[in-house]
């Protein structure tokens, strides 16, 4: 592997600044070139796509980089707290049963979508894959299901459980990365134009609306111009929440490891899992406190700045040209989620969700919440939580799901 140019965290943060500086500056102009290119092209979407270039041109390294883990880790629960500080769960409780539907769909559509696409190439050319030993390839392709489904975790567990070698298991990462954030693209424009696709859904998006609505006119109601004391406080509230998590996951997932070794299914020995748990948790019982009105002085605007912070080093862990390497695999992949977006969207279709619940419902399977907050904060900041419960759900589930695909993978290769 060529080492990236730029090895040196502090030069690699700087490019990513001025990749998202440069995305908002552009975003926001009047000039008619970029209001036409921003009416086709989400701004979300360039934060994490032009840092993937800079990535596959080897600029800069998401695998040399330790950006991604101190983003997922300090920068992640402090923005989901913030986030979640001023929102307004009896509101959220009236979005109703459609989003955990299309959850479950989603779920369902990793499920059985794996075993389907290797019957698919396998009929179609079964050299794209038989170069591999298919018995490594449906057994590494079971760690990708545990991501999909639940987490890194989870994908850890499916290496374990079937044993995957590690070097298929480095290609199914690749797998895994790309054909996620490919997806996550799809859904980062289509927030972009959701109004259009709600219409072709005939859906009813009015309590979303009426939930936005809500917030805005609370933000409204209390917004003032923050002064250095102000963001301080919103500060301190933030790091000071991930500072408790980090603490409570530090305590809590050993003791499980050590003492419910058997609860590692449900990724309930993850750090990981604890830290959003706790200081999602935390800023729920907060937004019944007068801790709600840091909204008014931008608690949710630092918190969608460290949001897109994270896009970018997502958006550099992935590498566009890593697809040539393994392309049976890939298309594999490919295949495997175009059936988890197409049980989606006719499922959408037949109950008429908004096009909101389809994107958070598949990307709180295939991106966690890492992700799920991304893409629900691409509709509205305040609907970030909305996407952090339900990938929490994913962790629970991820394990088991993915199991059962792998042993169905198992059975459709043997065909």
Known sequence: MIDPV???DAIVFGILMIILGFVFITSTSKKPLWVKFYKYVPALLLCYFIPSIFNSLGIISGNSSNLYFVASRYLLPTSLALLTISIDLKEIRKLGSKALILFFTGTLGIIIGGPIAIL?????????I????????????????????????????????????NEIFSAMVAVDVIVANIWMAFLLYGAGINDKIDNWLQADSSSINVLKNKIEAYQAQIM??????DTMRVLSIGFGITAVAHFGADLIAPWIFQNAPLLAKFSL?????????????????????????????????????FIYILVATIGMKMNILAIFDNPGLFIVGLIWMMIHAGMLISVAKFIKAPFFFMAVGSQANVGGA???????????????????????????MGT???????VLMQISSSY
Not at 143 to 158: C, H, L, P
């Open 370 to 396: 890492a992700s799920a907050p991304i893409v629900a904060s691409a509709f509205h900041p305040s609907l970030a939580p909305v996407g952090v419960l339900l990938a929490v759900l994913g962790y629970a």
């Open 269 to 305: 020995t993850s750090k990981f899992f604890w830290l959003i748990v706790i200081s999602t948790t935390l800023a729920v019982f907060l937004s019944f406190t007068k801790a709600r009105e840091l909204e008014g002085v931008g608690a949710s605007r630092i918190g969608s700045v």
């Open 120 to 128: 698919i190439v396998l009929s179609i050319n079964p050299a794209l």
């Open 224 to 229: 003032k111009i923050p002064n250095t004391a």
């Open 400 to 406: 088991y799901g993915a199991w059962l695909c792998g």
């Open 130 to 165: 038989a170069g591999s030993d298919i018995d490594s390839v449906w057994r590494g392709l079971s760690t990708v299901a545990g991501s999909w489904i639940g987490g890194g975790a989870n994908q850890a567990a499916m290496k374990e459980v079937f044993q995957v070698d």
């Open 6 to 8: 730029f090895t040196n």
